[in-house]
């Protein structure tokens, strides 16, 4: 066996011309527990993925770079491959079959089987399951990593740490395992069983394993890792072992970087005391980014953002208030109740909202352009209308107005399409976020929540976004509340940014408040404050 057990030497990867890993390189000893942090999007899931031989790296024109395993080259092109070479993964979502029970799920796609009468005649196809040859293996799984339940149990019903470590068992169960990677395992996890899984990955550790640990949460990392290696906009800025270790020195590794600041004069005035939206006891139910409990008051002209990890709620604050999740709490809307559930109550409470899903939710795709810019105000104001002679009923769009209306948009906005009749399906993203952006300038809303504005669309598309919303918010006063994965955009045109940790506000920060500050709190790491 070699001084390391994995290194992956000059990574680099590219998705449709833009680069998401940039020569990156890392090493793994045997008996090491290695972590690996980055925000969302520095490029540590690409890298797993790379590993672990994932499909969607050879169907997006594969990577450069080295991969060794016990100082030998490999190349990994499926996860099988992975798994013979020995290097396993235990995922955040969990992969467990619930009607079957948890030897069944530790030895799934690798059943122990023995021969019978009919296998002997008709062939080995027919052999049955070995359960006594199962359960023990899965016993002995189970029992390496402590954990004292009834190998024969259904997985349907235990508790959520349980299921974490019948995950990790299936994985230790492979007699060649070599490296484990852990994606966020304690993420779920109450803080007794964090504990206990941090104890777990110290034992196979201590038996050879090499560890790959993946968190958010800088405390565990601190705790238990040997070595710590930072990834930052798919490139690595850090390299830490155990005893340069601090935690504010990796929140500032994680999240540091220039940040262009709009000048405050420039913005639009902040009121202070004058509120536009108060929230309180917010919760929604959105799959996968939960909101737990929020109390916000977002002050009349000022930029808000909300920034987090994924999964951790912040996006679901737009679409609760929204109606597109159900959400109960106390919302107002410049001193008035807003009726939650109520999609048309919002846009008549004067709210406009940017999706994050623009193709799912914010665009008819298959609609024209000055279609989808009319068609919010069309709906919920009455406008762009003729209607007949006493006869409300009896109204159709007014096709000159609207197309006069869509050109003006299409011209300021600088919208790339053939012309207004353009299906929106055709345009490019930064083009279909342009048009999502000339729909709410048409609506015209007091306060605008926007989502992910700049997901998906290019680096020049994306300040031409930023530049939109800010002008929104200084020539019209129109109040924004800007939801972004991107904490250097958040920083870069807001007045505050409060930071959503496990469902609640962690805390509130002003833009030029330290990257340590700002990485803590997304983490979980640190005391709510309000800025």
Not at 245 to 250: C, F, K, N
Not at 369 to 379: D, G, H, P, Q
Request: charged fraction near 25%; hydrophobic fraction near 45%.
């Amino acid at each position: 066996m070699g001084e390391y057990v994995l290194e992956m030497d000059d990574i680099c990867k590219e998705f449709y011309g833009t680069p998401v890993l940039k020569h990156v390189g890392l090493t793994v000893r045997p008996g090491e527990i290695h972590a690996l942090i980055g925000e969302n999007g520095a490029g540590k899931s690409t890298l797993m993925n790379i590993l672990f031989g994932m499909p969607v790296i050879a169907a997006t024109g594969g990577f450069k770079g080295t991969i060794r395993i016990d100082g030998a080259p490999v190349m990994v092109n499926t996860p099988r491959q992975a798994m013979e070479l020995g290097v396993g993964m235990v995922h955040q979502e969990f992969m467990l079959l619930p009607a079957f029970t948890i030897a069944e799920n530790i030895k799934l796609n690798r059943e122990l089987l023995r021969s019978n009468i009919v296998s002997r005649i008709l062939g080995a196809r027919l052999a049955s399951l070995d359960v006594p040859a199962m359960r023990r293996d899965a016993r002995a799984a189970l029992d390496r990593l402590s954990l004292n339940i009834d190998e024969w149990l259904p997985v349907a019903g235990l508790p959520v740490g349980h299921m974490q470590f019948i995950e990790i068992a299936r994985e230790v169960d492979k007699r060649n395992m070599k490296l484990l990677v852990f994606d966020e395992p304690t993420a779920v996890l109450t803080e007794g069983e964090a504990q206990d899984l941090l104890g777990a990955l110290r034992r196979l550790a201590g038996e050879g394993v090499g560890i790959l640990f993946i968190s958010h949460r800088l405390s565990e990392v601190a705790e238990i890792a040997d070595r710590i290696t930072v990834l930052r906009d798919g490139e690595v800025v850090g390299r830490l072992t155990r005893g340069e270790v601090r935690i504010e020195r990796l929140a500032e590794l994680m999240v540091g970087r220039p940040v262009n600041r709009v000048e405050r004069g420039a913005r639009g005035a902040r009121a202070e005391g004058e509120v536009a939206v108060r929230i309180r006891n917010l919760v929604v139910n959105m799959p996968g980014e939960r909101l737990h409990q929020l109390d916000l008051d977002v002050y009349k002209g000022e930029i808000l953002g909300i920034g987090g990890l994924a999964g951790h709620g912040k996006v679901a604050v737009a679409n609760g208030i929204m109606g597109l999740y159900p959400a109960r709490g106390e919302v107002e809307i410049n001193g008035r109740q807003l009726s939650l559930g109520d999609p048309r109550a919002a846009l008549a409470a004067g709210l406009g909202f940017l999706s994050e899903d623009r193709r799912g939710v914010g665009l008819l795709l298959d609609e024209s352009v000055e279609f989808n810019i009319v068609v919010t105000a069309l709906v919920s104001q009455g406008r762009f209308l003729r209607r007949g002679i006493g006869s409300g009923w009896l109204a159709a769009r007014d096709a000159r107005q609207t197309r006069a209306h869509a050109l003006r948009l299409i011209r300021e906005l600088d919208i790339r399409c053939t012309g207004p009749e353009q299906p929106v399906r055709r345009l490019s993203g930064g083009n279909q976020q342009k048009v999502c952006l000339a729909r709410a300038l048409t609506q015209d809303p007091d306060i605008l929540f926007v989502s992910e504005p700049t997901r998906g669309i290019d680096i020049g598309a994306k300040q031409i976004v930023l530049d939109l919303l800010t002008q929104m918010n200084r020539e019209r006063g129109t109040t924004i509340v800007m939801t972004s994965s991107e904490l250097a955009e958040l920083r870069q045109i807001c007045d505050r940014v409060l930071i959503v940790y496990g469902g609640r506000a962690a805390g509130c920060l002003a833009p030029d408040a330290s990257d340590a500050e700002f990485g803590l709190l997304m983490a979980g790491g640190a005391e709510v404050r309000t800025a």
